[in-house]
């Protein structure tokens, strides 16, 4: 696994002030800003577990495969998170955020909006080429881990988060780039069981894009596709429902369904041609709560 370089800062730090002004508090609202950590006195959360689910067999596949995966799950609003392998295929496995500025406000009831926006960081799988019969031919992407910035805006119900890392695709060319924005909301919230559901999308670069959807020469020789030139734009949209249920005072249980749909020159890849960009994923698991 190769850990990239920091992405560039001053589009996100622009949208992070943007956002900020845009907030529009009320005259009984307090509003904060700082470096570092929010001061809080909201709990870190942490959990662990495994699960254990059905996905496709590579983004674009038409077959699907059993997986288990540890359940990892650490936050401390307005400071740090921690998250393993989800539903959501862009999420990697493991990712990871550290907040260097914050600002938001709240009003009299000690309700508002939070702003985060710091380093994040993203172990990206890769894919081998034995996952499935229709790869065979293109060759392994090795996995890799890189270092970005995420921005965080959320309130009780809803957050938003925006979060773009580098991965090395193939040694000879330029890193990836993989930019997501994940949209959730909490449906149900008691302190038994939650029902969230969420709208999440990406997008990739021509490096991304070309080393996972595109054919070249060698490549159309080895597998018999045709050559195919995969250009930078967005990859996915998806959209997921979660539901936990707490059955005694440390153990959840875990569920989690979700629909993707590959885009532009994701979704007419030969690859994704000869499989489906319709993808669906399943998600059960059991965890245990610090």
Same mark, same amino acid.
């Given at each position: 696994?190769?850990?990239?370089?920091?992405?560039?800062?001053?589009?996100?730090?622009?949208?992070?002030?943007?956002?900020?002004?845009?907030?529009?508090?009320?005259?009984?609202?307090?509003?904060?800003?700082?470096?570092?950590?929010?001061?809080?006195?909201?709990?870190?959360?942490?959990?662990?577990?495994?699960?254990?689910g059905v996905t496709p067999?590579?983004?674009?596949?038409?077959?699907?495969?059993?997986?288990?995966?540890?359940?990892?799950?650490?936050?401390?609003?307005?400071?740090?998170?921690?998250? &393993?392998?989800?539903?959501?295929?862009? /999420?990697? @496995? $493991?990712?990871? *955020?550290?907040s260097l500025l914050h %600002? =938001?406000?709240?009003?009299?009831?000690?309700?508002?909006?939070?702003?985060?926006?710091?380093?994040?960081?993203?172990?990206?799988? &890769?894919?081998?080429?034995?996952?499935? /019969?229709? @790869? $065979?031919?293109? *060759?392994?992407?090795?996995?890799? %881990? =890189?270092?970005?910035?995420?921005?965080?805006?959320?309130?009780?119900?809803?957050?938003?988060?925006?979060?773009?890392?580098?991965?090395?695709?193939?040694?000879?060319?330029? /890193?990836?780039? $993989?930019?997501?924005?994940?949209?959730?909301?909490?449906?149900?919230?008691?302190?038994?069981?939650?029902?969230?559901?969420?709208?999440?999308?990406?997008?990739?670069?021509?490096?991304?894009?070309?080393?996972?959807?595109?054919?070249?020469?060698?490549?159309?020789?080895?597998?018999?596709?045709?050559?195919?030139?995969?250009?930078?734009?967005?990859?996915?949209?998806?959209?997921?429902?979660?539901?936990?249920?707490?059955?005694?005072?440390n153990w959840n249980l875990?569920?989690?369904?979700?629909?993707?749909?590959?885009?532009?020159?994701?979704?007419?890849?030969?690859?994704?041609?000869?499989?489906?960009?319709?993808?669906?994923?399943?998600?059960?698991?059991?965890?245990?709560?610090?």
């Open positions: 696994m190769t850990t990239r370089r920091f992405l560039p800062i001053s589009v996100l730090v622009h949208t992070a002030l943007l956002l900020t002004i845009a907030a529009s508090p009320t005259s009984a609202s307090e509003v904060y800003a700082g470096i570092g950590f929010e001061p809080t006195d909201h709990p870190m959360h942490a959990e662990v577990g495994l699960g254990i067999t590579y983004e674009g596949s038409d077959e699907f495969a059993a997986v288990a995966a540890p359940l990892v799950n650490v936050n401390k609003p307005g400071a740090y998170f921690l998250n &393993g392998i989800s539903l959501n295929p862009n /999420d990697g @496995l $493991l990712s990871g *955020g550290i %600002a =938001g406000y709240k009003n009299e009831n000690d309700k508002g909006i939070r702003f985060t926006f710091g380093p994040y960081f993203r172990a990206h799988p &890769g894919r081998e080429q034995d996952a499935d /019969d229709k @790869l $065979l031919g293109l *060759g392994d992407i090795d996995s890799s %881990a =890189g270092v970005g910035l995420f921005l965080n805006i959320q309130n009780a119900r809803w957050a938003m988060q925006l979060a773009a890392a580098p991965l090395e695709v193939n040694e000879s060319t330029d /890193d990836g780039m $993989l930019a997501t924005l994940d949209l959730h909301f909490s449906v149900v919230q008691n302190s038994s069981w939650t029902l969230d559901t969420g709208i999440t999308g990406s997008w990739a670069n021509d490096e991304y894009m070309q080393a996972y959807y595109g054919i070249n020469a060698s490549q159309s020789a080895a597998s018999g596709y045709s050559v195919y030139n995969a250009e930078a734009g967005m990859k996915d949209l998806g959209i997921y429902l979660k539901g936990d249920v707490q059955f005694t005072d875990h569920s989690q369904i979700g629909y993707w749909q590959l885009q532009g020159d994701a979704k007419n890849s030969p690859i994704v041609e000869a499989g489906s960009n319709n993808q669906v994923r399943l998600l059960i698991g059991a965890s245990y709560r610090f």
